[in-house]
């Protein structure tokens, strides 16, 4: 009887699948655009107030922003979160 293999490490785990997060493949970029078609520029300096959103604002400048401020993209993703409900609930923004 020949010896058994010794067990194989494992494989490198493929991206789980997050079927109950609605950011789970998402880039920043979509969720500022989303937001910024949404809110428009000013409503979204008014919401969270951020230079990047109040002060000549841009996608790109925003991004830049927000990929060095995980506070800041803690904000955006969070306002991303409560359009979502917001629209799914048939409901308005303030």
């Given at each position: 009887?020949?010896?058994?293999?010794?067990?194989?490490?494992?494989?490198p785990a493929a991206p789980a699948v997050q079927p109950r997060n609605p950011l789970h493949g998402l880039t920043l970029e979509?969720?500022?655009?989303?937001?910024?078609?949404?809110y428009g520029w000013d409503g979204l300096?008014?919401?969270?107030p951020l230079r990047c959103f109040t002060h000549d604002p841009s996608v790109a400048s925003s991004l830049k922003f927000l990929r060095k401020t995980p506070w800041a993209?803690?904000?955006?993703?969070?306002?991303?979160l409560f359009m979502l409900r917001d629209a799914r609930r048939g409901g308005r923004t303030p």
């Open positions: 009887m020949p010896p058994s293999a010794p067990p194989s490490p494992p494989s979509q969720i500022v655009t989303a937001l910024a078609d949404h300096g008014a919401r969270i993209r803690a904000k955006v993703e969070s306002l991303y």
